[in-house]
């Protein structure tokens, strides 16, 4: 595999929403150096390249992969292109970084791990939830509630996204609640058995509005309550019941001040969207990424975490489609 020196040079692949967040990430973080970038437009790679101090800057990625520096590849580009980059970046001895999901189609996730056998040395899956601190809080303090039972996952986004982004994305399973099946599957320990998923659309031509309800075969049941579109800010919450208590995962606010009146409480509303909420668990993300490199280890998400993630939503798909409990 790739050596690296002390210190890990990466490229980043798209510079969207969340490109723009990894980089802002890995910026924080000592011993990487961020040294190119790539997107399709020129304007922006290049604004941001500028904003950010990046020295190399391209509109086709292959100039990424080609460059013998570059130890890693943090690959934030629209899901359709994933496997595409995905295969080359390996191919090219990159270590890679890829946003969720690994692809929309379980076979090409298929794909990348029987291409390499020790590809959870070399590809990580940006499930960021669970570096999230209280949500990695509420997964290694579980104990504290005795034995499991039922988890509720709520996941709400502010507005729905573009029909560009929509088209792209592989349908609300395999995009939204691709997050929260994970983050079952890593709070409950085990694997689903069984699976039912209903839903709406609501506020565009695609399904918008879910709920998945799932049992695992450690007899845990889990709730998931997806919306494309929530009023009031991103509604990100997480419940869990266990035989000897609760652990309760709360909204974040923009501040916890709170005003007492007559007749009113006023508080601030919710953080707007993942960057805000979720900013801390994609630094810690990174730099778990960094350590497992640096110690050679497996990475803690991995393209078969993003397999059973994806077999779970193609199953809500199904779920919906046919009106029935899928067994898996
Ligand atoms: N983990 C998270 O919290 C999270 C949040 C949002 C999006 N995502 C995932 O990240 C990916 C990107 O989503 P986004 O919201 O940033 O999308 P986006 O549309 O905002 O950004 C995608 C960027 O990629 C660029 N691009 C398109 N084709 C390219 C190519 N061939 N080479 C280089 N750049 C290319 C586009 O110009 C655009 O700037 C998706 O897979 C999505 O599921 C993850």
Not at 208 to 231: E, M, P, Y
Request: proline share 3%; glycine share 4%; aromatic share 10%.
């Amino acid at each position: 595999m790739h050596k690296v020196d002390t210190q890990l040079k990466i490229g980043i692949i798209g510079l969207g929403r969340i490109g723009q967040v990894h980089l802002a990430a890995l910026k924080t973080i000592k011993n990487v150096e961020v040294v190119a970038l790539s997107d399709i437009s020129l304007d922006h790679v290049k604004k941001t390249a500028e904003e950010y101090q990046i020295p190399h800057f391209y509109t086709d990625y292959h100039n990424i992969l080609r460059r013998l520096d570059i130890d890693a590849v943090w690959i934030c580009s629209p899901t359709s292109h994933h496997f595409t980059q995905v295969m080359e970046a390996l191919g090219n001895n990159k270590y890679v970084f890829c946003e969720k999901p690994l692809d929309a189609d379980k076979d090409k996730i298929q794909t990348i791990i029987d291409s390499y056998p020790d590809i959870n040395h070399r590809l990580m899956v940006g499930f960021n939830r669970r570096f999230d601190p209280d949500f990695a809080n509420a997964k290694t303090t579980l104990k504290k509630i005795g034995k499991p039972v039922i988890i509720k996952i709520t996941s709400r986004d502010p507005f729905p996204p573009s029909a560009e982004y929509s088209r792209q994305s592989g349908g609300i399973y395999n995009d939204m609640s691709i997050h929260d099946l994970d983050m079952a599957r890593f709070i409950s320990e085990s694997e689903a058995e069984q699976i039912i998923a209903i839903g709406s659309r609501n506020f565009t031509e695609d399904t918008d509005t879910t709920l998945i309800t799932i049992k695992f075969k450690n007899g845990v049941i889990c709730n998931i309550d997806n919306s494309r579109k929530a009023s009031y800010g991103y509604d990100q919450r997480l419940e869990i019941l266990g035989d000897q208590g609760m652990i309760s995962v709360e909204n974040k606010k923009i501040s916890h001040t709170r005003f007492y009146f007559e007749n009113a409480i006023e508080s601030s509303v919710l953080e707007p969207f993942f960057l805000e909420r979720y900013k801390d668990s994609y630094i810690e993300e990174a730099k778990a990424f960094i350590t497992s490199i640096k110690e050679k280890k497996e990475f803690p998400s991995t393209a078969e975490d993003a397999l059973k993630a994806s077999l779970l939503a193609d199953a809500c798909a199904q779920s919906l489609e046919q009106q029935k409990l899928i067994f898996l």
